[in-house]
């Protein structure tokens, strides 16, 4: 491959972020970050997560332009400017490649209608989002762009660019703006309690896991009003800038309303270079420009090696996107194996020196930070003041702390001075700390021993205008980390080896290509089934909306895992026991070939889902009323009752979307469809009439929908309140039929079918295991009863129980394409684990004082990892720590009513000798005395 | 670490420094990147010290906690200088409340020392989680914090009845009780948390430690009466 990098004009390695070149550079454009709503500056971070966290210099810089300025240069204290770069060409050879371009959002200045960009106060969703976030334009106000004033009534309008046939726009639905859009409201909720929202919308796509609690969550927000209504942009006021909506309902007929400021919905197109991209990859683009996708693989393209993630794989929001992400990285882990760790050095630390017989010797290194902290606060004054605190025996003042030369100068002077405690003053410890812990442990003694003191983001940043104050505050907060440092004690992280085997609980599409994957990456992985076969749910599916061959695709599947010499398949399983951690799992599983324990070190959980058996609608007592599953599986044995039907009727939200069961189970829409455009192939003079709530056939899945609309099946809405009745009855011409009456309201009446056959949308329900599955392998449960990630986003295919990972239905209803995007991705993870030799537990883990501890169990109902228990002891009951599943959080210690648990490193000894040294007794004396006076 | 993790006593040991408003800023509730959600934690701890910052004649107003994501850097800066200006309006601690120094520092050393006391009383509350700030008030009332302190309890072993058998002095978590083999037993009530280990540890059979509560702690033996003269050694 060929990469051409473009010039930074900054030396990334001599860049530490500090931003005073952004302070001075006087060119201001528009800044594309914030949607050119405000201005930013032509030397400038992108924002303030960017990794690397270093500033770069775009084409607006005056001197790329003219030759002229070149101030940034002069107040640069690390020299890192360099103007001269030129682009630079690199070629690479790589074994796999992997596209993650993303998406575009759709352009609504392409269509006149929307008034973007004519109207002041016409915004789109992404200009909403920044005006929303404190980061933004207006730090987190939202101002209209007309006056500047806050809006107090927002209208936003829905399906901008997407679910229209019109040119210019998408046919298919963008996936994730009902949601965003519902987060919109509640965060304008939270700026401005008074405002009004109105949002104008076609059908609410809830289909996400715990979307549907959300969705109720804004709707009965006091203010907020969802609108099922095409809503158009008419005019805006000439004086008040503000916009009017014309919109229709059933009961009111057209209406025309004002708000202060609308916000668009806009889709999600495929990235704008998606063509190019294609051509120089050599993949090919499905019709609507994003990647074309295996149906069985999403995440490989067309052409071998290369491979796709997030949004280029179609509209899908985050957590979707991560699962492919991690997937396309199992996938690419499999192709290239044979290499792995190849790349990777060991790194080899002098001896610990044992200080445990020495006093305290401190030594404080005071960063300047460029001009970042030095610029505000008087550096040597502060070292200075530091060499007077009881036991620092070493004080220096650093340009740049973090500096390779100046991290090793740390090393050298705590080997020279005999230092055993290093507090360094500078930046958070969230970005640097591990440096500065390594900087400590090349000295020879214990990592956390390194004690950092932020005097910039807590300090300079925020007090530049106070010089003076900002110095005290800098002597405050080192004076505070000295008195800690003191009580600092050497911690050991220990290395727990890894059992390189993988157990897969479930042997369904998500449990077998999860095996799959693992086990092509050379582990052993032992997959249990419950079932006397392999396949799961979809055993029952015969094809899918797009057409794929299921039950081939299975087979296929099945045949790959009894081929895979790693995978060792369990059949008529049973799981009887589960204990140990991550890394070293001991299982009991007991099966058709005798009970069995089995030692690994990673846990997947793919048990699947159940359907729901409905009460209602005659289910079970009228055998012309079957499920959707039920109505698959007789479309493919041709069942002549079926074809030959003449008028059929589909209820949708069978069991969920109500008081028991408050989610959607999102499949089922898609799969009526479905079902409806086979029985039309089949019998095209069929009457199918499909009874929604919501049709949530999102993503490319809305064009079947139309499609299944344009051949003449009959979609009708119902509510919740008024569901359809059925009961047997006749014909007008005396056939036997189901009578099925439900409200039409678009015509304003009550509608009776005859129905044949009535299909029943039954939900997909958490599998009858899950509770006992979930309290084997300690792992927790969502509101709905499937199993709980450990974050939404940041970790959506693992618990928070290390080491034990889930996909497939078992996390919610998903469609199989999903799934196997799911199943790759906790592979991906899982491989994570594996393919090392140890895991590292940290060293600031709970610890129990056995002789303080009066057993009362408080520190163990506050542990949400289990990593505490009561034991027996001739004491009494006593706590006992598990080190491995303690993650420090440290509730148990401030649970503990004698102090008997201690979180190490955060000791109520450190913490207290923290706040003992925040305010002296000379600052506090005078006060109280003061105050005694005026009594 | 977790804002889970602060302290009751930290929150005390600031004011009995001297300090005048103490401000915890916690993550935003139900965004935890965790499975922890220590932040309702937190929040009924502040809840619970307000109430006793009120019962000891302290504005509870001097203790803050407000919620807020990394990228949230404008609700921190309103959020402190709003109130900073609120512990400015009050005053130098005690001096608002009209209360003397000595007073106040005793004061709060003594409520310092009912920290455990208040952890166990309160064991399950303090894990609650609080769906609406509404309820935040209903927490702890103060009728509840009231009854905490009308109704605590204090342990005392009756000399008369006390075996000097090592029983209840070894299980004690802090060391509050001295004595020795054939020395009567002696609760120091200064250092007891009142977990009432010991009234669980004395042999039934003595029955020598006993729950008072409404009336005053008797004062202790002296220590010369504090030999226990077996009979059997009167014997011999």
Excluded at chain 1, 316 to 329: C, K, L, N, W, Y
Excluded at chain 1, 674 to 683: D, G, Q, S, T, W
Excluded at chain 1, 736 to 755: C, E, F, Q, R, S
Excluded at chain 2, 195 to 206: D, K, L, Q, S, W
Aim: aromatic content about 8%; hydrophobic content about 35%.
């Amino acid at each position: 491959m060929t990469l051409i990098k473009k010039p930074r004009y900054i030396l990334e390695e001599k860049c530490t972020g500090c931003t005073t070149c952004v302070e001075y550079c006087p060119a201001k454009y528009p800044d594309e970050y914030n949607q050119e709503i405000s201005k930013n500056k032509a030397v400038h971070i992108y924002f303030a997560q960017a990794i690397p966290l270093i500033a770069y210099i775009d084409e607006s810089c005056l001197y790329l332009k003219e030759n002229k300025c070149r101030i940034c240069e002069g107040v640069c204290k690390n020299n890192a400017i360099d103007l001269k770069q030129t682009p630079k060409k690199r070629e690479i050879t790589v074994g796999a490649i992997l596209l993650a371009p993303g998406f575009e959002p759709f352009d609504p200045k392409t269509k006149e209608e929307y008034h973007y960009g004519e109207f002041a106060n016409v915004v789109t969703s992404m200009d909403y989002e920044r005006l929303l976030c404190s980061t933004g334009p207006y730090s987190g106000e939202i101002l209209r762009g007309s006056d500047m004033k806050h809006p107090h009534k927002v209208a936003w309008i829905q399906c901008v660019g997407s679910r229209r046939v019109t040119p210019g726009e998408n046919s298919y639905c963008s996936a994730v703006c009902c949601t965003y859009t519902q987060k919109q409201v509640i965060l304008t909720k939270d700026h401005h309690a008074e405002a009004e929202c109105t949002v104008f919308h076609n059908d609410i796509r809830s289909y996400g896991k715990d979307f549907e609690r959300y969705y109720e969550r804004t709707e009965q927000l006091p203010g907020v009003r969802f609108i099922r209504s095409y809503a158009s942009i008419v005019r805006e006021d000439p004086n008040t800038k503000n916009v009017t909506v014309r919109y229709s309902t059933f009961d009111e007929g057209v209406k025309e309303e004002a708000f202060d400021m609308v916000v668009l919905s806009v889709g999600l197109n495929p990235p704008v270079d998606a063509k190019d991209v294609a051509e120089k990859f050599g993949i090919q683009l499905d019709p609507n420009n994003f990647c074309k996708l295996n149906p069985v693989n999403p995440m490989e393209s067309n052409r071998p090696g290369i491979y796709v993630s997030g949004a280029f794989q179609g509209p899908i929001d985050i957590p979707e996107s991560v699962f492919s992400a991690s997937g396309a990285g199992s996938q690419i882990g499999q192709l290239l194996d044979y290499r792995r760790g190849n790349l990777a050095e060991e790194r080899v630390y002098p001896s610990e020196r044992d200080v445990s017989k020495e006093e305290p010797r401190i030594g404080v290194f005071v960063c300047h930070c460029g001009a970042n902290i030095g610029r505000i606060v008087n550096v040597p004054e502060t070292v200075e003041y530091c060499k007077t605190l009881p036991s620092v025996v070493y004080a220096q003042e650093q340009l740049f702390s973090c500096a390779t030369n100046s991290a090793r100068e740390i090393t050298d002077v705590t080997k020279e001075k005999g230092l055993n405690r290093v507090v360094i003053a500078a930046c958070s410890p969230r970005t640097l700390e591990p440096l500065f812990r390594d900087t400590v442990r090349e000295a020879g003694i214990n990592q956390y021993f390194c004690e950092m003191a932020n005097i910039r983001e807590h300090d300079s940043w925020v007090h530049s205008k106070e010089k003076e104050e900002a110095t005290e505050k800098a002597k405050d907060i080192i004076r505070m980390s000295v008195a800690r440092a003191c009580h600092l004690e050497p911690l050991q992280e220990f290395d727990l080896p890894v059992n390189k085997a993988a157990l897969v609980v479930g042997g369904g599409v998500a449990g077998m290509n999860c095996a799959l994957s693992i086990a092509n990456q050379g582990h052993e992985v032992h997959l249990v089934e419950k079932a006397k076969e392999l396949g799961g749910m979809v055993r029952r599916v015969y094809s899918t909306l797009e057409g794929l061959d299921v039950q081939a695709y299975l087979h296929d599947l099945i045949a790959k895992v009894y081929g895979h010499p790693l995978i060792h398949v369990y059949h008529d399983a049973t799981i009887t026991e589960a204990t140990g951690y991550v890394g070293n799992f001991v299982t009991v599983v007991k099966s058709e070939t005798g009970v069995a324990e089995i030692k690994h070190g990673a846990s997947v959980i793919t048990i699947g889902a159940d359907l729901y058996t409905p009460t209602e609608y005659l289910y079970g007592q009228d055998e012309r009323v079957m499920t959707h599953l039920d109505l698959e599986g007789r479309i493919a044995e041709r069942d002549e009752k079926i074809v030959n039907a003449k008028s059929l009727v589909m209820i949708h939200c069978v069991g969920c979307r109500n008081e028991d069961r408050n989610y959607c189970s999102r499949i089922c829409c898609s799969q009526s469809v479905k079902n409806a455009l086979r029985l039309k192939e089949i019998n095209p003079q069929m009457d199918i009439t499909i009874l929604f709530r919501d049709m949530r056939t999102y993503g490319f899945k809305e064009d079947f929908y139309r499609e299944a609309s344009n051949k003449d099946v009959k979609f009708i809405r119902y509510e919740p309140q008024e569901p359809p009745q059925v009961e047997a009855g006749e014909s007008d011409e005396g056939r036997p039929v189901l009578k099925v009456t439900a409200p039409d309201y678009v015509m304003g009446k009550k509608l009776v079918i005859d129905a044949d056959i009535l299909a029943l949308a039954a939900a997909v329900i958490p599998s009858a295991a899950t509770n006992e599955v979930a309290a084997l392998f300690k792992v927790t449960l969502s509101p709905d009863g499937f199993f709980k990630e450990a974050h939404v986003k940041l970790r959506p295919v693992e618990f928070g129980t290390e080491g034990v990972y889930l996909c497939g239905l078992a996390h919610y209803p998903k469609f199989m394409q999903e799934t196997i995007n799911q199943a790759y991705g906790a592979a991906g993870r899982v491989l994570t684990l594996l393919s090392h030799d140890t895991v590292v537990a940290s060293g600031s883990v709970a610890q129990v004082n056995e002789s303080r501890c009066i057993g009362c169990g408080a520190c163990v109902s506050a542990c949400t990892y289990g990593a505490l228990d009561l034991r027996d002891t001739k004491q009494g009951k006593k706590a006992m720590v598990n080190p491995v599943l303690c993650k420090g959080d440290g509730l148990c210690n401030s649970k503990c009513p004698t102090g008997a648990i201690q979180l190490k490193h955060y000791t109520d000894q450190e913490l207290l000798s923290e706040i003992d040294a925040m305010a002296t007794e000379e600052e506090i004396l005078p006060e109280m005395d003061a105050a005694v006076g005026d009594v | 670490m977790c804002s889970g993790r602060v302290d009751m006593s930290f929150v005390l040991r600031a004011f009995l420094n001297g300090i005048d408003g103490v401000f915890i800023g916690a993550c935003r509730l139900n965004e935890c990147n965790y499975v922890t959600q220590g932040n309702y934690h937190a929040l009924n701890m502040v809840l619970l010290s307000k109430r006793v910052l009120e019962h000891m004649g302290l504005n509870p107003e001097r203790l803050k906690i407000e919620f807020m994501s990394a990228a949230d850097a404008n609700i921190f800066a309103e959020g402190v200088n709003a109130f900073v200006k609120k512990v400015k309006s009050l005053g130098p601690l005690g001096e608002g409340e009209g209360i003397n120094r000595h007073e106040l520092k005793s004061r709060l050393v003594e409520i310092s020392k009912l920290v455990p006391y208040f952890k166990m009383a309160n064991q399950e509350k303090l894990a609650s989680h609080l769906k609406t700030p509404e309820e935040y008030d209903g927490l702890f009332t103060k009728e509840e914090i009231d009854r905490l302190f009308t109704e605590m309890v204090s342990y005392y072993i009756d000399p008369e009845k006390c075996q000097a058998c090592m029983t209840c002095l070894r299980r004690c978590p802090v060391e509050a009780i001295v004595g020795g083999k054939n020395r009567i037993h002696v609760i120091d009530q200064d250092k007891c948390i009142k977990c009432g280990t010991c009234f669980e540890a004395c042999p039934p059979r003595f029955g020598a430690v006993k729950k008072i509560s409404g009336e005053p702690v008797p004062a202790p033996i002296p220590e010369e009466k504090r030999t226990i003269v077996r009979k059997s050694k009167e014997a011999s």
